[in-house]
């Protein structure tokens, strides 16, 4: 079945630092979301990529789809202790339901 | 408010009780998801509906687990003769249709003791 990926885990930045998060999929995806889940609270939508290739800005983030619709990534610019929380990529193929992967845990220190 | 409400936020039973939650979506939302969420881990598909359809089962899902949306509204998660590994966050989403972002609920906390 359909499996989604992220890493790292675990990232610790100092603030102003940049943050990646990488996701991969077992299966070519229909779209791909991403989430933020702060701690003690429930995922919320970020963002949607549905085009190959396709890269969305959202001020300090950027988040890219691969090529063949397989990976995808979030970076972060110049973090800020904001940013702290659960990073999820939510993928989907035709058709089916939203399949998350792990998450990557983000945590700032100023 | 017009978010996607879930009750009760929590619940604590005894092993081998049957427990059952309510999600109510955002109106018009034809696909509801239910998902299952321990610490540090990312949300896991249990099930989804469109409309009153359930239209896929996650294969771990255990048979002691069902759902249903009989008027493609509401949707309601039954565990019977829990245990102690049912104990989790569970998490309900809508969205409008298969290509549009899910909304979350806040979510029903599950202790089995």
């Known amino acids: 079945g359909q499996q989604v990926m992220q890493i790292p885990q675990y990232q610790h930045v100092q603030e102003g630092e940049d943050f990646t998060t990488y996701c991969n999929s077992s299966?070519?995806?229909?779209?791909i979301q991403w989430y933020k889940q702060r701690p003690g609270g429930h995922p919320v939508f970020l963002i949607q990529?549905?085009?190959?290739?396709e890269v969305k800005k959202q001020k300090r983030l950027t988040f890219q789809f691969g090529e063949a619709k397989k990976n995808s990534s979030l970076h972060i610019t110049a973090t800020q202790t904001t940013d702290v929380g659960t990073y999820f990529c939510?993928?989907?193929?035709?058709?089916?339901?939203?399949?998350f992967g792990k998450g990557t845990t983000l945590s700032v220190s100023s | 408010d017009t978010g996607v409400s879930q009750n009760p936020r929590h619940k604590i039973t005894k092993r081998g009780q049957n427990v059952t939650f309510r999600c109510d979506p955002i109106?018009?939302?034809?696909?509801l998801y239910w998902y299952r969420q321990t610490l540090g881990q990312g949300p896991e598909f249990l099930t989804y509906f469109q409309n009153e359809a359930q239209l896929e089962k996650s294969r771990l899902l255990s048979d002691r687990f069902s759902a249903e949306r009989p008027k493609g509204s509401f949707s309601t998660l039954e565990i019977q003769r829990t245990e102690q590994g049912d104990s989790a966050m569970y998490l309900c989403a809508s969205s409008k249709d298969s290509l549009t972002e899910a909304f979350f609920g806040q979510g029903t906390r599950l202790t089995v003791v």
């Open positions: 109106s018009e939302h034809n696909r």
């Open positions: 299966t070519t995806l229909s779209n």
């Open positions: 939510a993928g989907r193929e035709a058709g089916t339901a939203l399949i």
């Open positions: 990529l549905v085009k190959s290739g």
